[in-house]
């Protein structure tokens, strides 16, 4: 997930960065639990007008109820064949039974399902390519009926037609107020940049290279990974960058540029690491040190959940 405030984004990542901190998931545990949970003591440290921006596996019953109970707009991406349906249509007078809780079905991967859209915008990004968005309103999923959300159809006739670049999104939008359509793509691109904030840790800052044994092990590594990343943020504003002949110097300094800085500041300043071992046959174990066997931990996968069959009426 990834929190957007216009203008303000900057701002806010400041304001509230001594505030919050890494957790790890537990194997029990699902990505939309977390983030629930993280929303919770989240919300109130966050300004009006915020916006969260999540993937395709959050649109769910209780992440949109979550979303709607903490008053917070959301944009997420959307499945092409996710069920949404329409408002239910009023009850006759004097029907016996329960009123109906859904309306007609709406679902991306069957156009005959569509309708007249409610809004329209064509128009071009920041490439100067052309795009179309189409909005249909008052949506709502079955496990959370009570929630309105609107959905968004992004048509890209440049695009490549692969996974990474496709010609045609889907996206759900959650809030107050609908969404304009010539807002949808603006918005969610910023979502982007919390993907390369990860490659970042992982390829830059070695995240996943630490070889430890203990999950509170790596833990601590996660928090010092977080440290160093929030020094190379706060360092941006110093002047001091290495730029490939390639860059652009006129735009904002990223965090990898400050980083190439390092190796001349850490030949200054020293290290706290011993020195390297001289190489040869190592001397091995001293006599009388206690030895005992590395624990071991079972792996733990997380089973795919089974597709819930109808049964066939006699």
Same mark, same amino acid.
């Given at each position: ?258 980083? %190439? ?5 850490? !030949?200054?300043?020293?290290? =706290?690491?011993?020195? #390297? +071992?001289? $190489?040869? @046959? ?8 206690? %030895? ?5 931990? !079972?792996?733990?996968?997380? =089973?795919?959940?089974? #597709? +819930?069959? $109808?049964? @066939?009426?006699?």
């Amino acid at each position: 997930m990834a929190i957007f405030d216009g203008d303000a984004l900057a701002t806010t990542a400041q304001q509230l960065g001594s505030d919050l901190s890494q957790q790890r998931m537990a194997s029990s545990q699902t990505a939309v639990e977390v983030g629930i949970a993280h929303l919770e003591p989240l919300r109130p440290l966050l300004p009006n007008g915020v916006r969260l921006l999540a993937d395709r596996w959050y649109p769910t019953g209780p992440f949109l109820s979550a979303c709607q109970r903490l008053a917070i707009d959301a944009l997420m991406r959307l499945k092409r064949n996710r069920k949404l349906y329409r408002v239910a249509p009023a009850a006759a007078p004097g029907a016996r039974g329960a009123p109906r809780k859904h309306g007609p079905l709406f679902q991306g991967s069957k156009p005959e399902t569509w309708g007249e859209p409610d809004e329209s915008w064509q128009g071009s990004d920041d490439a100067g390519k052309p795009i179309q968005v189409t909005a249909w309103h008052q949506l709502h999923f079955r496990q959370a009926s009570e929630v309105q959300v609107s959905g968004y159809r992004v048509v890209r006739e440049h695009a490549r037609g692969t996974r990474r670049d496709p010609v045609e999104s889907w996206f759900c939008w959650v809030g107050s107020a609908p969404l304009p359509p010539s807002e949808v793509v603006s918005t969610y691109r910023y979502r982007f940049s919390h993907e390369h904030t990860y490659r970042f840790l992982k390829q830059d800052l070695f995240w996943t290279k630490a070889r430890v044994r203990t999950p509170e092990q790596f833990e601590r590594w996660s928090l010092v990974v977080a440290t160093a990343m929030n020094h190379l943020v706060l360092a941006r504003s110093l002047g001091q960058a290495q730029f490939r002949p390639w860059e652009n110097r006129r735009e904002v300094v990223t965090p990898r540029q400050v980083r %190439r800085c390092m190796p001349t500041i850490l !030949a200054q300043l020293g290290t =706290p690491a011993h020195a #390297p +071992k001289v $190489r040869g @046959k190592a001397p091995g174990w001293r006599k009388g040190t206690p %030895r005992r066997r590395t624990e071991r931990f !079972a792996v733990i996968k997380k =089973p795919k959940p089974v #597709p +819930k069959t $109808r049964r @066939k009426r006699a």
